[in-house]
């Protein structure tokens, strides 16, 4: 295990730069930072939909370890050149998901955000998900980011969206479903 904070607070970045993970300095605005930022927003976003009591033990267990494997891929895009990420993230994602859409209905209106606390939160932390893959694409477009990062981040926002859509039959029995004719 790596420093323990004693100390939260350093100074060290009031003025507008922080630390990456290898020791070098950027702008907190940078797009690294941005990208790492927005797996954290998403990951706490994710903490909010654990908060609901009305999730069930079983997706409750996917999105726990779904918290670890943000924590992993932060890091990743914290340190330059380090890999945390494997296809085995990914596989695992596409096994869960599968697993969770098999008994869902077939789609055949688009959803709102909506069914419920937790299924509005999970749609939430989709959105964020989603928001954090465009900026990490935006990274890749002039630094390195793995190909295991960006496929992570696309099949997390899908797997979101079935979660969202299995806690909203969990609360409310239903989805909010679009209705295109009204006016």
């Not at 702008?27 to 790492?36: C, E, G, I, M, P």
């Not at 494997?69 to 695992?92: K, M, Q, W, Y």
Request: aromatic content about 4%.
């Amino acid at each position: 295990m790596g420093k323990r904070l004693s100390k939260i607070y350093t100074r060290t970045g009031d003025d507008g730069t922080t630390g990456l993970g290898d020791g070098s300095r950027v702008t907190k605005d940078s797009l690294r930072v941005q990208a790492f930022g927005t797996v954290d927003e998403a990951n706490s976003a994710i903490g909010v939909v654990l908060a609901c009591e009305s999730v069930p033990a079983s997706v409750r267990d996917v999105l726990t370890e779904i918290q670890h494997d943000l924590f992993e891929l932060g890091g990743e895009l914290c340190i330059p050149g380090h890999s945390a990420v494997t296809n085995a993230f990914v596989e695992r994602l596409e096994i869960e998901l599968d697993a969770l859409n098999a008994d869902l209905p077939a789609l055949e209106e688009f959803i709102l955000p909506g069914g419920g606390e937790a299924a509005a939160r999970c749609h939430l932390a989709r959105t964020i998900v989603r928001r954090a893959e465009r900026v990490t694409t935006r990274l890749a477009n002039d630094e390195t980011v793995r190909a295991e990062v960006l496929r992570y981040l696309n099949r997390l926002s899908d797997l979101l969206f079935v979660v969202a859509r299995v806690l909203a039959r969990a609360e409310n029995g239903a989805e909010v479903l679009w209705k295109r004719d009204r006016c």
